[in-house]
């Protein structure tokens, strides 16, 4: 299957079909969004397994340009370690996207069910996200959510690749566009989202530093119940290498993570530099098993009850009830960032836009957002 280069004209990327039937045979759902199925499907020519994203027109008025914004995304991604966008069909009532399929399962859930598993490992893996994530910015693309959840593995065998996936909430960097949206996922963000000070290209690194933490320790940087707390830890960059966690973790490996989570980004490692730190392009990472001690912290932290627990959108709505926002500010923020944002996934609706005042929280809290996006493909 041949992907469109369609370039000249809006719309013409897309390929028109009656029954999406005649050239897929749609199997097992493999997951439901608010208003899409992701349908695991063959193509009828060539027998090759897909995952189509099925979405119906109905659920995109008003929508339109936030799903243009993740098509114009994936469009110009080819790397070896992104989920592809293979092709784009339309019918009367539909729209179809064509997704490489990937069945090796989320990150977490392979690294709890290794046996042996050690700092070399993880370098393994951050290296990989490191260069698709370096492709990306090289072609000015922000992926602006980065987190374990959006790294899968590509098959199920031992040595297979990771992959990248969920663009919705990437944006393309262009002249002049300056980036100042709050987005992403709680814990993952960095402080200058939180500060909505203008960011960058440096968000992302940040973001895999955060995931470089988790995978050698099986816990969060940044926790606490209370949201406010959250942020302010973030906001001041207040992390630890905790005892006895990291007693056996590499000296190597704490700077390559204080690198990428450093508080400025004018002073955080880029991907490239990141590439080629020790850690990564060296022979600093350490071979000792620390399976048994990082497994058991990721089955404490981050299993499914717990993350929803911690960060579920209904949490948000009631903390933004206990702000008592006014319904005004509300409807002027809905539009504003609806045109921006793009589309969240429903993975990613734990953080959004809220005006927060200085009553509420510390000063250094006038102008963070945090409100739920219910937009979800």
């Given at each position: ?35 899409s199925?992701v ?23 008003g ?32 729209l ?29 893996l ?6 698709a994530?370096?492709y ?14 959006n790294?899968l ?64 320790c ?19 960059a ?31 490692f ?27 912290q990721?089955?404490k ?30 409807h ?36 963070i ?5 219910l937009?979800?493909?």
């Amino acid at each position: 299957m041949d992907r469109e280069n369609g370039e000249s004209g809006k719309g013409t990327w897309k390929k028109q079909v009656d029954d999406i039937k005649k050239i897929f045979e749609l199997k097992e759902i493999l997951g439901t969004g608010a208003f899409s199925e992701v349908v695991l499907a063959q193509e009828r020519s060539t027998g090759k397994m897909f995952a189509v994203k099925c979405i119906p027109k109905k659920a995109l008025k008003g929508k339109e340009s936030s799903i243009e914004n993740e098509i114009n995304v994936l469009r110009k991604i080819k790397h070896e370690n992104i989920v592809a966008l293979e092709d784009i069909y339309e019918s009367s009532n539909h729209l179809y996207l064509i997704m490489q399929l990937v069945s090796g399962g989320e990150l977490f859930d392979r690294i709890v069910e290794k046996g042996f598993y050690t700092e070399k490992d993880a370098s393994t893996l951050i290296r990989q996200v490191l260069d698709a994530v370096d492709y990306l910015h090289k072609l000015g693309i922000v992926h602006r959510d980065l987190k374990p959840e959006n790294l899968l593995y590509f098959n199920p065998q031992d040595e297979s690749k990771i992959m990248i996936s969920d663009f919705g909430l990437s944006k393309m960097e262009g002249s002049g566009d300056v980036m100042s949206t709050a987005c992403g996922t709680p814990g993952y963000v960095a402080p200058e989202v939180l500060a909505q000070k203008p960011y960058s290209k440096a968000v992302d690194c940040w973001s895999i530093g955060v995931i470089a933490y988790i995978l050698l320790c099986g816990y969060p940087p940044f926790y606490d119940e209370n949201d406010s707390k959250l942020f302010e830890q973030i906001l001041k960059a207040d992390y630890e290498f905790d005892a006895p966690y990291w007693d056996d973790i590499s000296d190597s490996a704490k700077d390559f993570i204080g690198s990428l989570m450093e508080k400025d980004p004018a002073k955080r490692f880029t991907c490239d530099q990141a590439l080629r730190h020790p850690w990564i392009a060296g022979d600093t990472a350490l071979c000792k098993n620390i399976h048994e001690s990082v497994s058991r912290q990721i089955r404490k932290n981050f299993a499914k009850s717990k993350w929803r627990q911690a960060f579920n959108a209904t949490a948000v709505v009631r903390h933004m009830r206990r702000l008592q926002l006014s319904s005004s500010m509300g409807h002027s923020m809905d539009k504003t960032m609806m045109s921006e944002v793009g589309v969240f996934s429903k993975a990613s609706v734990e953080l959004g836009v809220v005006y927060v005042s200085q009553t509420q929280f510390p000063s250094s809290f006038s102008y963070i957002f945090y409100k739920v996006l219910l937009v979800s493909f």
